[in-house]
């Protein structure tokens, strides 16, 4: 029997990784948020001087990446993979960040739950003494996301209530084998949950009942109940989502209480930002994770969070073929 | 020091990954060719009794699955991770099939690279301790593919020369910590090289540094010298990109002889199939790997090889902008 495998897909890191570094660059209108002084660079504009909005969002991930590394004072010749992701076709943001970076590379796609994903692998990689540091990062950005799943944004086309708001950012880690740091005790790997929501203006939904099953295994692995961790935290399940998240829980016996919060609804002033039932994209979950919920680490506000990073496994092209949306939830827990 | 890491980013497996089960499946144009009597099924035709391609890529994945998890003899509800991914975008063959096998999903990005990528991932996630049992599968499909990265079928556009066919199929494995069966041994995990190729028709060329970089830090890390292995095997580089590696690692000093070949010139008839310049696909690889080269080794024919998948990180939209195409390469060592 697998040594550090507890329960199905949950894993006890027994020589947990370290998080040595982290970076995180937002765009504008995320730097109005209210996590804004929690960011490490905020943009004055979209562009990030490029020409276009996909050489912008791979600029923000290898900016990101730049400040991690940094931060974790190692030499980037020291990092031995890359592991990356984001919601462009082909993950053309993390292959073409990994050609400038020139490490091996690992690229992932989990759609808004690549922060998590990445983090498991990384830690995996590292606690089974494969590498001493690797780097996990993710972006996202509003225009490349409105013109690849929605429509370009000349259009201008109204969103939609339950719509989500794509963060334009990106966040990276450098998890180390040793140092001091907080770090990954544990990881919970979703499974693909899917009850037939066919509504691409309503990720939330789509969502909430794959984040409540890796909760509930979470739970039932560990033996770590809600109420243990000073923060839940969902990747970008919205307000909706987040509702639909709590009652599932709720009706399996799992309460999460004032504990509990949603990405989504931490990087906007959801009441003033107009950004419909809240944020999502990859660099969601990470940027207010990496950024916001680390620092309220270090400065002693919290010791052990939960993070359950959603994503939305839908391309346009399956939701044009009339298929529902399948939902992935990826859990990691982070402690001093 | 990482306990496992040999040099960088290459692995020594201490408790190789055993593989308990292979699962493939092609479509009728690979039954014409010569390994169809190592596959374990071939379609009469593309549709696989689906409407749409997409839907029929799901099915081979979940076919190619279903038939490895039979063959390892053990239980599907034994398997710890599934690790998948294809070429369309967002992965959705892999991630809709992920929510049919209901196993905890990693969803990976490599282009044609991702078996031996899934693999290396499996392996450690295997030999880390963190799991028992691991599904890697992938698959690509005729029409999916030329419909999403160059044309739909229906406008019969001309091949190039250069040009290469997609495999339509899917391999599958079942990796666990212990048994009998082939062992994956090493890995090396490839870095991303683009020598500015910008011809999506001449994907081999682009790929074959990536391809002989990995080689040769393969090589260095594991003091396995060419000659060492009974077959050396690129993932898909045609005829042009195969010549290429070649002559790339015998510049660099390290020959690859008679004991080399690459898939994409494997699984047809290169000679009658009016395939241009070979095979490609993630499926390519992963069918002739898991299906044929299996095979030789049950047979006694080989007994060590090393394997390097070829993916081409580019997207229509990285090269309607302008991009060139980056190129990665995972090397796999299987030995009885």
Redesign the interface.
């Known amino acids: 029997?697998?040594?550090?495998?507890i329960g199905?897909?949950t894993?006890k890191f027994t020589n947990p990784p370290i998080i040595a570094g982290t970076g995180t660059i937002v765009g504008p209108m995320e730097g109005r948020g209210p996590l804004a002084k929690d960011i490490d660079v905020i943009l004055p504009d979209l562009t990030f001087g490029e020409k276009?909005g996909?050489?912008s969002e791979r600029k923000l991930l290898e900016q990101a990446a730049q400040i991690a590394i940094e931060r974790s004072g190692i030499d980037k010749g020291m990092i031995?993979?890359y592991i990356a992701?984001d919601?462009?076709?082909?993950?053309?943001s993390a292959?073409?960040s990994?050609?400038q970076l020139?490490?091996?590379?690992?690229?992932?796609?989990?759609?808004c739950s690549t922060c998590s994903?990445g983090t498991t692998?990384g830690g995996?990689?590292?606690?089974?003494?494969?590498?001493?540091y690797v780097l996990v990062a993710c972006s996202s950005h509003y225009q490349t996301a409105e013109r690849q799943f929605r429509y370009p944004i000349e259009l201008n086309i109204q969103h939609k209530a339950t719509s989500q708001y794509t963060v334009t950012g990106a966040g990276a880690l450098v998890l180390a084998?040793s140092g001091n740091g907080p770090r990954v005790t544990w990881a919970t790997?979703?499974?693909?949950?899917?009850l037939g929501v066919k509504d691409p203006y309503n990720l939330g939904a789509a969502m909430a009942p794959a984040a409540c099953d890796t909760l509930l295994r979470h739970v039932a692995d560990t033996g770590c109940a809600p109420d243990m961790y000073d923060l839940i935290l969902t990747g970008d399940l919205g307000s909706l989502g987040s509702q639909l998240f709590a009652e599932l829980a709720k009706d399996a016996g799992c309460n999460v209480g004032n504990n509990y919060n949603d990405c989504g609804l931490m990087i906007f002033d959801t009441k003033t930002q107009r950004v419909g039932s809240g944020a999502s994209g990859c660099a969601c979950a990470a940027v207010v994770t990496f950024g916001h919920v680390l620092k309220e680490m270090e400065r002693g506000n919290l010791k052990k969070i939960l993070l359950i990073a959603t994503g939305a496994?839908?391309?346009?092209?399956?939701f044009q073929?009339g298929?529902s949306i399948?939902g992935?939830g990826h859990a990691i827990v982070i402690e001093l």
């Open positions: 029997m697998a040594s550090k495998k199905k897909a894993v276009t996909e050489r031995d993979y992701g919601l462009l076709n082909q993950i053309i292959s073409f990994a050609r020139a490490i091996p590379f690992i690229g992932v796609y989990g759609a994903m692998l995996m990689i590292i606690d089974g003494g494969f590498a001493d084998s790997t979703g499974r693909v949950i899917d496994l839908l391309s346009p092209l399956s073929q298929e399948p992935v």
